[in-house]
């Protein structure tokens, strides 16, 4: 019984990773026929590659499924057992941790570096936009906690931004909103959402789940904060030296 059900849930993520990657694919033979109208000339290494890709989207779709996901759920409900401010300042560092292993974050913080020349270290960019995910977790919390509309926290948040934006150096901004979109990867929406919306059932009842909703938007938007103050802190030092 137990293995049939990991054989349809296995069946079912291929599904829904074909049906998510069929329409690149069809763009991309429409693309080579009716307007390039030639075969690529690495014709395999594309089919391998897009084969790959298919496997690893399922790898990761069906992990999130069986672990991911559930470990989350767990968590947010052992979490709704203690203390509020346990609760804040423990999901302040899962956010801090989970950051680190988010594949896109370290793929950027390396491209910032090398574009920079080095003059924006990979362990400041890192740790500008770690601390900034716990940040943001930490206000999910004291929104579900408080019941909170989701609309104040992004007004507030955003006009704090576009204050921020008026002292940091231009080149910083982009860098910013990129660290944004960046830190709502796989690892955010995959872990540490499950664990708001159980977090959320379980301070304030089965009918709440939905105030946990919004923790990835809350989580674009620290990180470009954080990234701002850093480009306004490393624009004092500059002029300092």
Do not use: C, H
């Not at 349809?8 to 693309?31: G, H, N, R």
């Not at 701002?228 to 802190?233: C, N, P, S, V």
């Amino acid at each position: 019984m137990e293995g049939s059900r990991l054989l349809t849930s296995a069946l079912e993520s291929l599904l829904e990773v074909i049906e998510a990657i069929s329409p690149v694919l069809i763009l991309f033979f429409i693309f080579q026929g009716l307007i390039l109208k030639k075969i690529p000339e690495n014709i395999r290494d594309t089919l391998s590659g897009v084969l790959m890709t298919i496997v690893g989207f399922f790898f990761f779709f069906y992990g999130a499924k069986i672990s991911l996901i559930p470990v989350g759920n767990q968590i947010g409900n052992y979490l709704s057992t203690f203390p509020i401010i346990w609760i804040i300042l423990l999901t302040f560092f899962i956010g801090v941790f989970a950051i680190l292993a988010e594949p896109a974050v370290n793929v950027f913080v390396y491209e910032v570096e090398k574009v920079s020349s080095g003059f924006v270290q990979r362990n400041v960019m890192l740790l500008s936009i770690s601390l900034g995910v716990g940040l943001a977790l930490m206000i999910t919390v004291l929104r579900i906690y408080f019941e909170l509309p989701f609309i104040l926290i992004l007004i507030i948040g955003y006009i704090v931004i576009l204050a921020l934006v008026l002292f940091t150096p231009n080149d910083f901004i982009p860098i910013a909103f990129d660290s944004g979109a960046v830190a709502t990867g796989p690892m955010v929406v995959t872990f540490a959402l499950p664990i708001m919306t159980s977090l959320a059932v379980g301070l304030k009842g089965d009918d709440m789940g939905i105030m946990g909703l919004g923790t990835v938007g809350t989580v674009a938007m620290l990180p470009i904060a954080s990234v701002l103050i850093i480009g306004i802190i490393l624009k004092r030092r500059e002029k300092i030296e």
